[in-house]
Nanobody, 122 residues
């Protein structure tokens, strides 16, 4: 069974920084994409930033220049360094990974962490 475990959320003042971490564990063959989404109250989850196995990054315009996503393939981990946080960044942040469960298969499926709350006070 695959699990994504997140850590690092919390309360911070505007202009401050937080670092989120997420590690995948369990039985699987490989991980394609890893990254982060966030969900505002009453809205659907939105992409924050996602990184491929080879380091290619796709990120939301609203976080460019402030957030940095990185990945440690050997540790099956992904990180989100969030700088210059703003009150509008307040949301539940979810780790996600596209994982190939079985060797020799091209099929992969998405997995999600439990979510971690990030609150930015003004």
């Amino acid at each position: 069974q695959v699990q994504l475990v997140e850590s690092g959320g919390g309360l911070v003042q505007a202009g401050g920084s937080l670092r989120l971490s997420c590690t995948a564990s369990g039985s699987f063959d490989g991980i394609y994409l890893m990254g982060w989404y966030r969900q505002f109250p009453g809205e659907k989850r939105q992409l924050v930033a996602i990184v491929s196995t080879h380091g290619g990054v796709n990120e939301a315009e609203s976080v460019k220049g402030r957030f940095i996503v990185s990945r440690d393939n050997g540790a099956n981990a992904v990180y989100l360094q969030m700088n210059n946080l703003k009150p509008e960044d307040t949301a539940v942040y979810y780790c996600t990974a596209r994982i190939r469960l079985y060797s020799g298969s091209s099929y992969s499926e998405p997995f999600w962490g439990q979510g971690t709350q990030v609150t930015v006070s003004s």
